[in-house]
């Protein structure tokens, strides 16, 4: 088997709004996930809701101590989390800082640093203060931007010795198909126009470029990535007709990381918003700033989907946020995300050949229903050998990909330690190495336990990936 390189950074993902809890406290505002308890799926609520999980999460705020240990004996390099917005600024268009959000970061960041494990930090991951969405309609309204710059400014020029790594916005293609929880556009699904859906993405780019340029500035050394939903479109038959769908289906979310990548919109979008009676409105100086391009390109990794043009085939593969039709050589999670472990080699290739920059996996896991049971020894246990099995071949194809000539600079497994799902906010799908005693009923004490996964991914680290089976 290869050895990954010795600079490779290993390392687990998080989100704030699903694991940190404490949404009430030391002066945080309320986000948009604080009034949706069922995550994308439901319907959203006037306010907090006892039933909404994401309000104590796992309670990293108050437990961050004793998990960021866990992360430094798996053997850690890297830890990808996102700052809450509404921490920091409680209603997003404060003109002040909330110092005892930004005390708490340097504290998580301090704990971090002890054991070596590198920041990589998300400015905006599904968390808008709730005061954008209802105000403002989220990033529909220009004046975000200002909103996000001031933000940005204040977290950059903060940790500028603390954290190295930083991606602007999650998944910012996820917007196209959940607005909400991407966007903060509280306009509903069906009532919002293609006109203002783009736009919005038009401001959130402009602000991702933004952020690139301010954080250059404060410190040269940042490197400071884009972060894409990244869901390879296979043609479903070779039919030529399938494999034009497949290419405009693929050049949906490719077209945010052309921008980010290249500094500039794409030529085949011209097409896209003539088709569509889209016309986007760039204000002066747009442009130039678009040309603020990432040092890297981020993205998540769970599925592939296919393409057709055959309306008779037209059925949504379930699970993630993108469409498509299921592949009938792939078997399928629990949630009927379908597995495709060649999938991501193929990925890989295919962005690091289009973009010709540094990449970086920070999410591929595997969400399942895990039992805690007592080993012989009566010590409490997760036999998760399913999730071995998903990370262990989804491994080796990064290592295929690396020896393909892949620049990657790392990986890190979504949900190192349990934590609430963002598309059911449900806890039963877990996908951690650790376990962590909290139920969808709300009860458990939120003890931690290590899955038999933990020591899996500590040997894998240790040995460079040698001990992947192939």
Known sequence: MMRFPDNFLWGGATAANQFEGAY??????LSIQDIAPKGIVGPITEGPTEDNMKLIGIDFYHRYKEDIKLFAEMGFKTFRMSIAWSRIFPNGDDLEPNEKGL????????????????????????????HLAKEYDGWTDRRL??????????????????VKYWLTFNEINSAIHAPFMSAGIMTPMDQLSKQDLYQAMHHELVASALAVKIGHEINPEFKIGCMILGVP?????????????????????????????RGEYPKYMNRFFKENNISIKMEEGDAEILKNTVDFISFSYYMSTCATANPDELKKAEGNLIFGVPNPYLDAS??????????LRYILNFYYDRYQKPLFIVENGLGAVDE?????????????????????????????????????????TWGCIDLVSAS???????????????????????????????????????????????
């Open 24 to 29: 009430n406290e030391d002066g945080k505002g």
């Open 103 to 130: 005390e708490f970061y340097d504290r998580v960041f301090d704990e971090l640093a002890k054991y070596g494990i590198e920041p990589l930090v998300t400015l905006s991951h599904y968390e808008t203060p709730l």
């Open 145 to 162: 931007i200002g909103f996000f710059e001031r933000y940005a400014r204040t977290v950059f020029t903060r940790y500028k010795d603390k």
């Open 233 to 261: 479109t296979y043609p479903l038959t070779a039919h030529p007709d399938d494999m034009l769908k497949a290419m405009a289906q693929d050049r949906e979310s490719l077209f945010f990381g052309d921008i980010h990548a």
């Open 334 to 343: 629990e949630w009927g995300w379908q597995i495709d472990p060649k999938g």
């Open 372 to 412: 805690l049971i007592e080993d012989e020894n009566g010590n409490k246990i997760v036999n998760d050998d399913y999730r071995i099995k998903y990370l262990n071949d989804h491994l080796v194809q990064v290592g295929e990909a690396i020896e393909d000539g892949v620049e990657l600079m790392g990986y890190t």
């Open 424 to 470: 059911t906010a449900e806890l039963k799908k877990r996908y951690g190495f650790i376990y962590v005693d909290r139920h969808d009923d709300g009860s458990g004490t939120l003890e931690r336990y290590k899955k038999k996964s933990f020591d899996w991914y500590k040997e894998v680290i240790a040995t460079q990936g040698e001990s992947l089976q192939k």
